[in-house]
């Protein structure tokens, strides 16, 4: 997904993350473990506001844009405008456009944060926090080539095809096929939270096996709030499939490395954005100075209920190889503060692509994340009444990699993983 900012510069910190260097072309070089029946990438463009958007005077216009998989392909892929790794991280959407669409490709738009089509009742216009759920909106293309010119949300009401004109541009191809809504058209706007792309597949389609996991080793232990270790800790072989911490800052951490059962060339890609992995506290404050909210750092009364995730998932078709948490003794800062080691310090994480046995485009291994884990606490207590005490370890499935993690607050409060399967180029 690529980020275009508006000509208006904008006072964006590591708390409003637009860009990332290893999301760039998401094109049919990402799909080795099908055939896909067109080498021309479609596009998804979303249109809408950073900051206050409750501001009449916010003229921060900005975009970004989904690059969708060929058809053919055979695959479901979700964009979380939540994870600080997407160029949409932040962006509240008013508007969607579609390019070059591939054929039978079905798009889900939702304010759900996991593409979730369950309604809900609450409606926040602040921060668009998980408990808006107030929308989902099935789209279809039919021939290749479909287009959809520039559409607001709350517009996308009617089923049947849409026959709308925008910028000199017409719609053609594109279905409503089903949509729900709990509240009015105002709850639409400025809460687009997930989109899933839903590639066809075809008597064409080819999909190869599942690759399996090899040896796996636990790294040595080291204390994150510990200034005498370096900050950034990666697999020196294989990649992430688990994590261990017990306690706060000064508890023990490693990481759980696995190979595979085959040659497999891994290509880290550079470090994430930084970002504070303590959440995005509700309760924070707009500044309009920095152009941006109060992060959880910075906010008073940051809590249990008050306090949402940063859901960090790996780059389409990328797995994750290392985490840095906690650059207290680094001088590159940000205009949130100063690190200290413990949940108010920053993460980022480095992810690699995969590819089977010589690192080429033909050879390049399809990562399958699966559903986030059930939360627990860092430091292995019974976390506010819901969670259960735990030895502080966390391993993927058999056979599974780690692709994203999500953490709030400090150690008495809740971390989550995300896994994947890996499939193997198509012959």
Request: aromatic share 8%; glycine share 10%.
């Amino acid at each position: 997904m690529l980020f275009n900012p508006p000509a208006k510069p904008l006072l964006i910190r590591s708390l409003m993350v637009l860009a990332l260097a290893t999301v760039s072309t998401v094109n049919s070089n990402l799909v080795h473990a099908t055939t896909p029946n067109s080498t021309v990438p479609g596009t998804i463009t979303l249109y809408g506001k950073t900051g206050d958007v409750s501001d009449p005077e916010n003229d921060s216009n900005a975009h970004c844009v989904i690059e969708v998989l060929p058809g053919g392909t055979g695959r479901t892929v979700d964009y979380m405008l939540t994870n600080p790794a997407s160029a949409c991280f932040q962006l509240r959407v008013e508007s969607i456009s579609m390019e070059n669409m591939p054929p039978a490709t079905q798009v889900l738009l939702t304010d759900d944060y996991f593409c979730d089509t369950m309604l809900g009742n609450d409606y926040e216009p602040k921060l668009d926090p998980s408990t808006n759920k107030n929308f989902w909106i099935k789209l279809k293309t039919g021939a290749a080539g479909s287009i959809l010119a520039e559409q607001s949300i709350s517009a996308l009401n009617k089923k049947g095809f849409l026959s709308n004109q925008a910028e000199g541009k017409v719609t053609k191809g594109i279905q409503l096929v089903d949509m729900a809504q709990s509240g009015s058209a105002q709850e639409m706007t400025h809460t687009l939270s997930c989109v899933r792309v839903t590639t066809s597949s075809n008597k064409d389609t080819k999909f190869g096996e599942y690759l399996s996991t090899g040896n796996q080793t636990w790294t040595d232990k080291w204390r994150e709030g510990d200034e005498d270790h370096a900050p950034k800790k990666e697999c020196n072989v294989g990649v992430m499939a688990g994590r261990f911490h017990y306690g706060d800052e000064q508890g023990d951490t490693r990481h759980l490395c696995t190979e595979f059962d085959r040659k497999v060339v891994i290509e880290k890609t550079p470090w994430s954005p930084m970002f504070r992995e303590c959440g995005i506290p509700l309760t924070g404050r707009y500044n309009s100075d920095k152009g941006r909210y109060q992060d959880c750092n910075e906010a008073d009364g940051v809590g249990w209920d008050n306090t949402e995730y940063r859901y960090f998932s790996c780059p389409v078709d990328e797995v994750m190889v290392g985490r840095g948490h906690a650059y207290q003794k680094y001088g590159d800062t940000d205009d949130t503060g100063a690190d200290h080691g413990d949940e108010n310090g920053r993460t980022d994480y480095r992810c690699a692509k995969l590819y089977e046995g010589v690192e080429s485009e033909s050879n390049r291994i399809s990562v399958l994340p699966g559903p986030w884990s059930p939360g627990h606490t860092e430091d292995g207590s019974k976390g506010n009444g819901h969670w259960d005490t735990h030895n502080g370890e966390f391993t993927c499935a058999p056979n599974e990699v780690l692709v994203g993690r999500a953490h709030r607050g400090d150690e008495k409060n809740i971390t989550r993983y995300q896994c994947a399967k890996l499939r193997l180029p198509a012959r």
